[in-house]
């Protein structure tokens, strides 16, 4: 059976936090830490080791490999108002090689940590967080540092989940782009055409859904037959395998008008692609250039000179999207897509890499092999990792 048909389609009630209960952080050699191979144990009893095994940045490149080292570090301590939380799943991104390269930030320098998003389970609490959650809730996270068995977060960035599912982590960045990218920048209006590169990727798969509820035609790019069945099985109207189909020629003669909007990730001779098919007063969404993280600067060369002249002819834009920046619509497109997927209108294709050689991405060593899976093309959906800390815990 191919894995698309295996795909998990959630359907859990809505999470209902149980009453709060005031718990207390104690520190390392509190008076209820029986053991000193234990760094620490919660309200509940449960231990939790001194150490653990965590990826760092130690050199800025753009080769995951040679960027990021495994590391054994103290077990972080969560302050006021933070939450110790064991990762359970931690999600990938194309741009988890732009942060190793040093691109988010520029003046921030190695050792620093790495990995954006994760679920897992309260296992510590800070003073004032403690009235908000308790040790044992289920949380997803958007936050550095994420590559790690345990990480520490600020409260205001935990959300409560019902189960630590590694479909939840496909909403948190990517089906968040695609979510908050269409509904701003997009425009759609019901009838249009819109072309989704990398549509069966992490957010090219939401963006295909996303773009089918609004009630338009969906045309995706990929790079094989099995992901042009999966998402013929997600609504998109019209795969496109690019390995096997003339993309240019296939575009030209299906869709002579051109298309009324591009969800781009790819960049370099695709993004010209998606100008010279816009349609009049098309939307190109720049929502990355993979094609380019892999070089030294980490982008593709375009045909500049061109754009301005194209533009003006169609009466077309080129819209850039970045997450960060739409973070004030975050919490209500999360809450919309879990309830979406709670009703099972929408599919959260994972990939846990069952696929791959080395099979099932379990463990932090996995994350390189994740990352190299990736890249070089082969994921259907959201890549994740599974993480499962060494220590006999009781929770
Ligand atoms: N702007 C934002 O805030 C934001 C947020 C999240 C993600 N993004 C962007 O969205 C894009 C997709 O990210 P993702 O994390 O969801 O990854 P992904 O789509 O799950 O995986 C990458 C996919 O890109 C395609 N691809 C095309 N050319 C490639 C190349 N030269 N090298 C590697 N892969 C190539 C491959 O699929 P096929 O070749 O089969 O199509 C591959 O499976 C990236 O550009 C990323 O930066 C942007």
Not at 69 to 82: H, I, K, N, R, Y
């Amino acid at each position: 059976m191919s894995r698309f048909l295996l795909r998990l389609v959630a359907a859990h009630p809505a999470h209902t936090l149980a009453k709060p209960q005031r718990l207390h952080f104690l520190p390392s050699r509190s008076i209820i830490d029986l053991s000193y191979s234990t760094h620490f144990m919660d309200f509940k009893g449960s231990s939790i080791p001194t150490s653990m095994k965590k990826l760092v940045v130690t050199k800025l490149s753009q080769n995951f490999k040679e960027a990021v080292s495994l590391q054994t570090a103290p077990v972080p301590t969560p302050g006021d108002g933070e939450l110790l939380v064991r990762n359970r799943y931690v999600g990938i991104n194309a741009s988890d090689i732009n942060y190793s390269a040093g691109r988010y930030d520029p003046s921030v320098t190695p050792p620093f940590d790495i990995g954006f998003e994760g679920v897992g389970q309260v296992v510590g609490l800070g003073l004032s967080a403690s009235s908000s959650f308790t040790v044992g809730d289920i949380v997803a996270y958007l936050s550095n540092g994420a590559f790690a068995e345990y990480t520490v977060i600020s409260s205001k960035k935990a959300i409560p989940v019902p189960a630590a599912r590694p479909e939840l982590l496909a909403l948190l960045v990517s089906g968040a782009t695609a979510h908050i990218a269409l509904r701003r920048l997009g425009e759609l209006a019901r009838g249009e055409t819109v072309l989704v590169t990398a549509a069966a990727g992490g957010t090219g798969q939401f963006a295909v859904q996303f773009a089918k509820m609004a009630g338009c035609h969906v045309v995706g790019t990929c790079s094989s037959d099995e992901k042009a069945g999966f998402l013929k099985t997600i609504g998109c109207d019209r795969p496109i395998n690019y390995k096997t189909e003339d993309l240019v020629a296939t575009l030209c003669k299906e869709y002579p008008q051109g298309v009324d909007v591009v969800y781009e990730s790819v960049g370099g001779s695709i993004f010209d692609l998606a100008v010279n098919n816009l349609a009049t007063r098309g939307r190109l969404l720049v929502i990355g250039f993979i094609s380019g993280y892999q070089s030294a600067s980490g982008l593709q060369p375009v045909k500049g000179a061109t754009i301005p002249a194209k533009l003006l002819q169609r009466s077309a834009s080129i819209r850039g999207f970045f997450l960060p920046h739409f973070i004030s619509d975050y919490s209500e497109s999360l809450r919309s897509m879990q309830e979406q997927l709670a009703a099972g209108r929408l599919v959260c294709e994972v990939d846990v890499g069952e696929q791959d050689v080395g099979g099932r991405f379990v463990g932090l060593e996995s994350v390189y092999r994740a990352v190299e899976y990736m890249y070089s093309g082969r994921n259907i959906g959201k890549v994740v990792v599974e993480l499962q800390p060494q220590n006999s815990s009781k929770l």
